[in-house]
């Protein structure tokens, strides 16, 4: 597997060309998107629940979502898309904020040293990554919901300080460059989470 997977990303030997930058879907972009796509709507959620996750382990903060049990993404969707639909107003916001604020309204913690446990179950692997990243539009839910997570907690100040900067004019294109050859130069992390290596990767490639 880990040759085939070394295999397909030798074969990425150019940039595709420059895209306008997307900065994560907005809350209107997740309903049309999860309206129409349910692979999209899965992949988005669990790179945004996982990367939350990642980063909340990795700055040691306690989470504010606690679910009962994982779940499965489309039964997250179901209590998440209610809440923003009551507040249609809101829907230009971004996705991964309202996303996050209507699981930590739906899932509270009962006190500061509750333990939460992952909302999605059974995270997607670097194995997974590399071969939905061998596809540009199949990627793209996957690295936006990372980096839509990382942002929100550093923009709600959940995290002493940002574990990766974006450049203005970096472009998702770019974005999956740096993430397939992190995956080929680290063939022995590929059992890690998509979203840790996606940050870690991101981190390498954009330090601030």
């Not at 880990?2 to 994560?24: D, E, H, N, Y």
Request: glycine fraction near 4%; hydrophobic fraction near 45%; aromatic fraction near 6%.
């Amino acid at each position: 597997m880990r040759r085939t997977i070394f295999v397909l990303l030798a074969m990425l030997v150019a940039v595709p060309p420059a895209q306008a930058l997307p900065r994560g879907y907005s809350g209107a972009d997740m309903i049309q998107n999860c309206s129409l796509d349910a692979v999209v709507c899965e992949v988005y959620l669990r790179s945004l629940l996982d990367a939350h996750d990642t980063v909340l382990v990795w700055s040691q903060s306690p989470s504010r979502i606690c679910p009962p049990r994982s779940m499965e993404p489309a039964e997250l969707w179901r209590t998440v898309s209610a809440r923003m639909l009551a507040r249609p107003e809101r829907l230009g916001a971004s996705a991964g904020s309202l996303v996050l604020d209507a699981l930590q309204v739906s899932y509270p913690c009962s006190g500061a040293t509750a333990t939460a446990i992952p909302a999605v179950a059974t995270p997607q692997s670097g194995v997974d990554l590399a071969t939905r990243c061998t596809n540009a539009p199949a990627c793209e839910p996957a690295l936006l919901g990372t980096f839509d997570a990382h942002q929100t907690l550093v923009d709600w100040q959940r995290i002493p300080k940002p574990y990766l900067c974006l450049p203005d004019d970096s472009t998702l294109a770019q974005w999956r460059l740096v993430v397939l050859r992190y995956l080929g130069a680290h063939l022995d992390q590929l059992n890690f989470s998509a979203s840790s290596l996606t940050l870690l990767a991101a981190a390498e490639a954009y330090p601030c």
